[in-house]
């Protein structure tokens, strides 16, 4: 007679397997460390006009943005679609623990992000915040991370198909990119009230909310009404898009 | 300690008492199973039960219901009624203990790609709170004749090597109960010899086997009790040569029959029916 594992030896197992996974694809995971660290290479020089919390914030949030929709997403579809979760979910353990052991993963991935864009910054653009802004950029990032999650997790909820998800999150990504680079820096005000429609569109987008709020964490002192408004909008959207991802989860694709 | 022992002796047999008891000789029940998906129901109140050293097949054409029946029993989707018991315990109430004792290999491999097939033992081990040193593994893997394959990638295996690891991984924990979909798929006759015999020897040791397949040669050839399922309704259960004498003078199976002798093919052809089912 058998009986069930315990949960941490169970979660173990499953994270050795998905940080060797992670490793054996550790060039997707370069991939998307290399898009913030050329953001902060070819930012170098509006660096001293923007801030170094700007820049900082900018990296970050693309970084996080490839790790939610690209990392986590595309490799959750692929397992799906092979079959990898009906194999382990026929096994002694919690559900919850295969997802948890995926979404650990990731949140290492945060954190190697966060600190080689902290890394590049400092060496290659010569920019620098305080030790409380760096504490803080890492704890924003990892509230950030979770927008991006969720959102990934929505994607796989409402796509069964492994190949539309992966172009779907492609598009998502270069989306975001668009809001960050123009969003961000065109002047919206010279279109009028179409480009303050637009710009607030920005601002409270997921990608304008979460930089925002990694660029306070790395600066508290310009915390205002506003940033408050920006992290209960992360988040929001980090509650609403993991409910609805995981409502929506089928863990087969067929 | 002397006392001790003798309490564990007790209390153990007392406990396989009460299991045998409870179980009624069968480490797997299913009993008035339902299983729909939307409105279509794909599972019509299966009943059937599998003991202990026996290998039980559920043959059926595409579409009938078997595979329904065996993600039902192996938790994977939720019954709209029925009753299924794993030794001794509901999947539906104690779904985690019901799956510690049952092994599974599914019907496709399914695997992290990125794994070695050493890490993937290991994994699995560990799901089932074993742990495996390095030694073990590498015996493991002599033992089904794959000692060289321990660092290679699971998709690297030819399709018969990929099924020895797979029934391998799916017994790690000795389960009681071990469910096999359509095992033998795309092997070619000696790895199928092989598996046969696998399973025959786990036949030996007093597991019981819920076995799907296609393959009548093989229903015939290791299966102890057939259970043939169409329309998501069980419409026959016994053994082989039972069915095919029961149902040699049906005119539906001499019909089928191809070379006069009536064959466990000709008798599921026969009730069945012989269109081609997508």
Redo the contacts between chains.
């Keep these: 007679m058998q009986t069930i594992p315990s949960t941490k030896d169970s979660l173990m197992a499953l994270m050795r397997a998905d940080f060797t996974t992670q490793w054996r694809n550790r060039r997707s995971a370069i991939m998307a460390i290399l898009v913030p660290v050329i953001i902060l290479i070819s930012w170098k020089g509006i660096a001293e006009k923007t801030g170094a919390a700007f820049v900082l914030s900018n990296a970050i949030s693309f970084g996080l943005t490839a790790i939610g929709l690209m990392g986590y997403a595309i490799t959750i579809a692929r397992d799906r679609d092979k079959g990898v979760f009906q194999r382990l979910r026929v096994s002694p353990i919690p559900t919850w623990t295969i997802m948890m052991s995926r979404i650990s993963v990731q949140l290492a991935m945060i954190l190697i992000l966060t600190l080689v864009v902290y890394v590049v910054g400092y060496n290659v653009d010569k920019i620098s915040i305080s030790p409380i802004g760096y504490l803080l950029g890492f704890f924003a990032a990892f509230i950030g991370g979770a927008v991006y999650l969720g959102l990934g997790q929505m994607i796989v909820g409402l796509i069964k198909n492994a190949e539309t998800v992966n172009s779907t999150t492609r598009l998502i990504f270069f989306f975001f990119i668009m809001i960050g680079v123009f969003g961000e820096l065109a002047p919206f005000a010279d279109m009028g009230s179409f480009g303050k429609v637009l710009s607030y569109i920005s601002k409270y987008s997921p990608y304008g909310t979460v930089r925002r709020i990694l660029s306070v964490a790395m600066e508290p002192s310009k915390w205002s009404p506003e940033t408050t408004i920006s992290l209960l909008a992360t988040i929001g959207y980090a509650i609403i898009f993991s409910t609805l991802g995981i409502k929506w989860f089928r863990w087969n694709s067929k | 300690m002397l006392w001790v022992e003798i309490l564990n002796r007790i209390s153990s047999n007392a406990?396989s008492k009460h299991?045998n008891n409870q179980l009624n000789g069968s480490i797997l029940s299913v009993e008035g199973l339902n299983v729909f998906y939307g409105n279509f129901q794909a599972v019509k109140n299966v009943s059937f039960s599998v003991k202990g050293g026996e290998i039980f097949g559920l043959l059926g054409p595409n579409g009938a219901g078997k595979t329904s029946t065996l993600s039902a029993v192996?938790?994977?989707l939720k019954p709209a009624s029925g009753k299924i018991t794993v030794?001794g315990h509901e999947v539906s109430k104690d779904p985690?203990?019901a799956?510690?004792?049952?092994g599974?290999q599914?019907q496709?491999t399914?695997?992290?790609?990125?794994?070695h097939v050493e890490?993937?033992i290991?994994?699995?081990?560990?799901?089932?709170?074993?742990?495996l040193e390095k030694e073990r593994i590498r015996q493991i893997l002599a033992e089904i004749k794959l000692e060289d394959a321990a660092a290679k990638k699971f998709g690297q295996l030819s399709g018969g090597q990929q099924q020895r690891v797979s029934l391998v991984i799916a017994l790690l924990?000795?389960?009681?109960m071990v469910l096999l979909d359509e095992p033998t798929t795309g092997l070619d006759p000696q790895s199928r010899r092989q598996l046969w015999e696998r399973m025959e020897a786990l036949r030996e040791k007093g597991h019981g086997i819920l076995l799907t397949t296609h393959s009548m040669e093989e229903a015939e050839a290791v299966c102890d009790r057939i259970a043939i399922i169409d329309h998501g309704r069980v419409i026959e259960v016994d053994t082989p040569n039972a069915l095919i004498d029961k149902h040699r003078n049906d005119e539906a199976v001499i019909k089928a029959s191809r070379k006069g002798k009536i064959t466990l093919e000709d008798v599921f052809i026969g009730l069945t029916g012989t269109e081609i089912r997508e």
């Design positions: 406990y299991m192996e938790g994977l030794a985690l203990l799956r510690a004792n049952m599974v599914l496709s399914n695997f992290q790609p990125e794994l890490e993937i290991r994994l699995y081990a560990g799901v089932h709170g074993l742990k924990h000795e389960p009681q």
